[in-house]
């Protein structure tokens, strides 16, 4: 599985920022897709995730400032990230799982460095 990650930068605190990812060598049907992250120090995190059916999860803390989209079928997705906060500086590494039951195969890009300044 190949990921192209883009989208990560320095910003300011408030500014935002648009992740991108495309995915190819999939073998399975992707039955949902998302982005984690990792803050310095810290252990990986789910920011956010969305599914082949459409629905949406976020992690409490990025909730009502970023928006994931992006077709599991077109095998990309996007994470829009507004109101960027200091605490929100992390490698965001896109996400992907394919499933064809019982063989579940989730994985990971090699990050994307996103750091806010105060």
């Known amino acids: 599985v190949h990921m192209v990650e883009s989208g990560g930068g320095l910003v300011q605190a408030g500014g935002s920022l648009r992740l991108s990812c495309t995915v190819t060598?999939?073998?399975?049907?992707?039955?949902?897709m998302g982005w984690y992250r990792r803050p310095p120090g810290k252990q990986r995190e789910e920011v956010a995730l969305i599914t082949d059916s459409g629905t949406t999860t976020y992690a409490q803390d990025v909730e009502g400032r970023f928006t994931i989209s992006g077709d599991t079928k077109k095998k990309s997705v996007y994470l829009q990230m507004n109101g960027l906060k200091v605490e929100d500086t992390a490698v965001y590494s896109c996400y992907v799982r394919q499933n064809k039951w019982p063989d579940v195969r989730s994985n990971w890009g090699q990050g994307t460095q996103v750091t806010v300044s105060s």
């Open positions: 060598g999939t073998i399975f049907e992707i039955d949902r």
